[in-house]
């Protein structure tokens, strides 16, 4: 483990509130074992919690309550921060690789997150009990291979809350034939944490069937 490791901002209390502690345990055992498992690369310690963590749980207020997919979590990224944050809203977070899937479930049991379904499975091959009201997932793939993945997964009049790079607004145009294909609508490119994160977050919402 680096020894350069980012100190908590203060802005992250007003994130996540009540569940602040939960947040730091995540948090350190990221910084703990994330590299040697895979999972971050030593170059993120540094900005973990304004690039990782708190960039994530920015997004926490676009979450209605009901069931939320995290398709290719990862290392928790964002399902586990966004549970962590929005205890009021189921999440199964659906992730293909084991060793992830084995960190993901050790987390949810460890920080006893009784709203969270871990799934060993590819979003495309998924079979859910029920169909999911949101989608969100970050650094997984282009908008335009996202929307097939994701959108048979959702009911009708589902969310896709997906977060983007400074790219967002080309990917949207890239994914035109797409968005015809799968009924999504009302496309929106939103910029958060402006004024209150060191990196804003830059999330694609839209609406489907
Ligand atoms: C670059 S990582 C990003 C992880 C995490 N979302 C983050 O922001 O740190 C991409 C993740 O997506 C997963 N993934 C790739 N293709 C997938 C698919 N078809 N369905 C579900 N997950 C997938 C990978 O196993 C990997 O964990």
Redesign the pocket.
């Known amino acids: 483990m680096t020894d350069s490791v980012e100190t908590e901002p203060a802005v992250a209390s007003q994130l996540f509130g009540e569940r602040l502690d939960v947040a730091r345990a995540f948090t350190a055992n990221l910084i703990a074992q994330g590299e040697e498992r895979g999972l971050i690369g030593p170059l993120e310690l540094p900005r973990i919690w304004s690039r990782h963590i708190l960039n994530c749980a920015i997004v926490a207020p676009l979450l209605r309550p009901g069931l939320v997919g995290d398709?290719?979590?990862?290392?928790g990224?964002p399902g586990l921060v966004l549970a962590i944050a929005r205890p009021d809203v189921e999440f199964v977070l659906?992730?293909?690789?084991e060793r992830?899937v084995a960190w993901l479930t050790e987390q949810v049991e460890e920080l006893g997150l009784g709203n969270v379904t871990v799934v060993r499975d590819?979003?495309?091959d998924v079979r859910l009990a029920r169909q999911l009201d949101q989608v969100t997932?970050?650094?997984?793939?282009a908008f335009r291979k996202l929307i097939p993945?994701t959108a048979p997964l959702l009911r009708d009049g589902g969310e896709l809350v997906l977060m983007k790079g400074a790219g967002a607004a080309a990917e949207v145009d890239a994914a035109a034939k797409e968005l015809r294909k799968f009924k999504v609508h009302d496309v929106e490119v939103l910029t958060l944490g402006e004024g209150v994160l060191e990196d804003i977050t830059r999330v694609i919402r839209a609406q489907v069937r």
Request: zero cysteines.
């Open positions: 398709v290719g979590s990862g290392a990224l659906i992730e293909p690789m992830r590819r979003a495309e997932a970050r650094a997984v793939s993945l």
